[in-house]
């Protein structure tokens, strides 16, 4: 910060790191908007109205989308019967499992990274807890249906975009970015791709390489048309209004579930 220096960081979903400082943006949404759509999902569209969290406690990510989520959904009369952790790295969930499934929850909250789910999914169907898991982007992976497999179908998770949306901007992207790497780009790979372009469009319109040139003009960022949605940066220097994806495993693949843009509703 002290040096001037731009950053853009693509993935970080935590509310505090655009706090740091005035030159640092974000491309993505964060937790504190993810976790309530997410809650307002299963709470009004999906009509959950108990549902379990299980939670990684190293991990700021997870506790954060955890209790943003918990907030609203509780706020929107639902109710939280169990609450559960785990530490990562760990690889037996079966006492928190155990523990979840004697609450009887409608759906299970897990907001944790792909690495994980798979063996929780697996061992929440060991036990006999039938109903979906959910989570947050931190699912999102190429490997997440491989180390799940079948115990994942009907699971949800919220992302940034869907690799098989039709909208040309999106399959523009995914069609060169398969031409040149050999296989479909994920979440990050498409906030990657906005975030250059949105820096290039700053450069660009700064006709300048002055730091405090290109910051401005990063911060007049408005409705860019980028792969994971219209981008348009607050005074935060966070997107306001960003689109999110709800993704199923449905016959061992991703379906879109529902997209979710404020912009356009």
Request: glycine letters at 10%.
């Amino acid at each position: 910060e002290g040096s001037g220096i731009r950053m853009v960081t693509p993935s970080w979903t935590h509310p505090s790191v655009t706090k740091v400082g005035d030159f640092i943006f974000r491309m993505c949404f964060i937790d504190s908007y993810q976790g309530p759509v997410m809650a307002k999902y299963l709470r009004e569209d999906l009509r959950i109205e108990s549902i379990a969290l299980l939670t990684d406690n190293r991990s700021d990510y997870s506790r954060g989308l955890g209790d943003a989520f918990a907030e609203t959904f509780t706020s929107l009369g639902g109710k939280i019967v169990a609450r559960q952790s785990f530490s990562k790295g760990d690889a037996d969930f079966r006492p928190q499992l155990t523990a979840i499934k004697q609450a009887k929850p409608q759906a299970l909250f897990v907001p944790g990274y792909y690495n994980d789910v798979g063996q929780i999914a697996i061992q929440a169907r060991d036990l006999g807890i039938t109903v979906p898991l959910v989570g947050g982007d931190g699912w999102e992976s190429p490997r997440l249906l491989e180390l799940g497999g079948k115990p994942q179908e009907g699971c949800l998770y919220s992302n940034h975009y869907f690799v098989d949306d039709p909208t040309p901007v999106v399959q523009t992207f995914v069609q060169s970015y398969e031409r040149r790497h050999g296989e479909k780009p994920d979440s990050l790979a498409a906030l990657g791709y906005d975030s250059m372009r949105v820096l290039a469009e700053a450069m660009r319109r700064a006709d300048s390489f002055d730091p405090v040139k290109i910051r401005e003009q990063l911060a007049k960022t408005s409705d860019f048309p980028g792969v994971t949605g219209r981008i348009t940066l607050g005074p935060d220097r966070n997107p306001v209004g960003k689109k999110l994806v709800v993704l199923e495993v449905k016959n061992g693949a991703l379906t879109l579930k529902k997209t979710i843009d404020p912009q356009t509703e």
